[in-house]
């Protein structure tokens, strides 16, 4: 009995290993997804900032914070200002939340 004990301990430590590896490997996935997700997102500065945005632009670091760690993929969001220019529209800035709060 004890010798079926200690294989069927041997199995759920494999098992159990397998499957963090397994965790591990699609967090790394989604974590490259993701990232290639929002290398390209942006958003309009004034018509649709993100709460970050918002809450950086108005000083309100308490929530800047909050939402930072809440939402992180606002974090990553590009804020962009487009104007027209000689008939089409350009991009006049475009900024990371992080350099929003460096120049506050």
């Not at 390209?40 to 993100?50: K, L, S």
């Not at 939402?67 to 969001?77: D, G, I, K, N, Q």
């Not at 008939?87 to 800035?93: I, P």
Request: hydrophobic residues 30%.
């Amino acid at each position: 009995q004890d010798e079926s004990e200690q294989q069927t301990s041997a199995k759920k430590k494999e098992t159990t290993s397998a499957n963090t590896k397994e965790t591990k490997s699609d967090n790394d996935n989604k974590a490259s997804t993701d990232t290639k997700i929002s290398r390209h997102r942006e958003v309009d500065a004034f018509q649709n900032p993100t709460e970050l945005f918002r809450s950086i632009n108005s000083g309100d670091w308490e929530s800047a914070i909050s939402r930072a760690l809440s939402f992180p993929l606002e974090v990553s969001t590009w804020i962009v200002r487009k104007a027209p220019e000689r008939g089409k529209m350009r991009t006049k800035w475009k900024y990371l939340p992080l350099h929003l709060v460096c120049m506050r």
